[in-house]
């Protein structure tokens, strides 16, 4: 007879809003971007539950976006402490968002070249993270991408009837 795995920790769902409300870590312009719901009773948070702490219980991952495009003004990461959360990680520099890459915090964040729009990113860089002495430390040096800037473009003729479709 096989050993069966133990089971892991069950996450406890948060309410993920009056956690960063009511942390003083949390900027003013992403608690006043909480002020109210989007639609409905829906917030422009991501909420992610996951171990990077080595906590006994899954360390909480919170996302948070503006309503009008999705765009990531915070990310940050809360370990469980007594009956609460303490803030370990957060950044609230513009297209930040944070993930879990096993047991590694993954911090992405596009960026822009001067001409960009907000839609339109030239890239993004992308920092991990391992849990080290109490804290967030970062593991070698940050990855980028360089998005491709190419369009479809129309044959020509193709919109007046006079290329080979025509």
């Keep these: 007879m096989s050993a069966s795995p133990s089971p892991t920790t069950p ?7 009056k956690l960063l409300k009511n942390d003083p870590k949390v900027g003013p312009y992403v608690k006043k971007s909480l002020a109210q719901p989007c639609v409905a009773e829906e917030y422009p948070v991501e909420v992610t539950y996951a171990s990077l702490t080595g906590g006994k219980s899954p360390d909480v991952i919170v ?8 765009v990531g003004i915070g990310a940050y990461v809360f370990r469980r402490q007594g009956s ?55 593991q070698g040096r940050p990855s980028h991408t360089d998005y491709s800037k190419t369009t479809v473009k129309e044959a020509p003729g193709a919109a007046d009837g006079t290329g080979p479709e025509g």
């Design 63 to 70: 996302n948070v976006m503006t309503c009008a495009d999705s």
């Design 84 to 138: 609460g959360y303490e803030n370990v990680y957060g950044n609230e520099q513009p297209s930040v968002s944070a993930g879990v890459n096993g047991s590694k915090l993954e911090v992405s964040q596009q960026t822009y070249d001067s001409d960009d729009k907000v839609c339109c990113p030239s890239g993004e860089d992308v920092l991990t993270y391992r849990w080290s002495d109490d804290r967030f430390t970062q």
């Design 11 to 17: 996450y406890e769902k948060v309410d993920a809003v």
